[in-house]
């Protein structure tokens, strides 16, 4: 059975810091480019970070570029996002996701994740 779930988030304040984790089983993670998508209320996905196979190259949206920064361990078959300098627009539920589009297409759409986690809500509010 595959698994992704994603831990780590909660309610911050702006300018602060959260980290998350995405935690898989049940397929060669190594196997696939990973991401993290989010939804804010209301709102269509938005992708965030991308990270290739190894982890040699990443990915970010101009949204979140300086700010996030997304990590993989094959190891522990674990994805990981970083977020520092959070604002209110952060406001979301967070997913993790495995890439089966392009990985070198400039941007990414829901038709391009395959296995995706529950989600993780982060809200960034005072």
């Known amino acids: 059975e595959v698994q992704l779930v994603e831990s780590g988030g909660g309610l911050v304040q702006p300018g602060g810091s959260l980290s998350l984790s995405c935690t898989t089983s049940?397929?060669?993670?190594?196997?696939?480019?990973m991401a993290w998508v989010r939804q804010a209320p209301g709102k269509g996905l938005e992708w965030v970070s991308v990270?290739?196979?190894?982890?040699?190259?990443?990915k970010y949206p101009r949204s979140v570029k300086g700010r996030f920064t997304i990590s993989r361990d094959n190891a522990k078959n674990t994805v990981y996002l970083q977020m520092n300098s959070l604002k209110p627009e952060d406001t979301a539920v967070y997913y993790c996701?495995?890439?089966?589009?392009?990985?070198?297409?400039?941007?990414?759409?829901?038709?391009?994740?395959?296995?995706w986690g529950q989600g993780t809500q982060v809200t960034v509010s005072s």
């Open positions: 996701a495995t890439l089966v589009g392009r990985y070198e297409s400039s941007s990414y759409s829901a038709d391009d994740f395959g296995y």
């Open positions: 049940g397929f060669t993670f190594d196997d696939y480019p």
């Open positions: 990270i290739d196979w190894y982890g040699d190259s990443t």
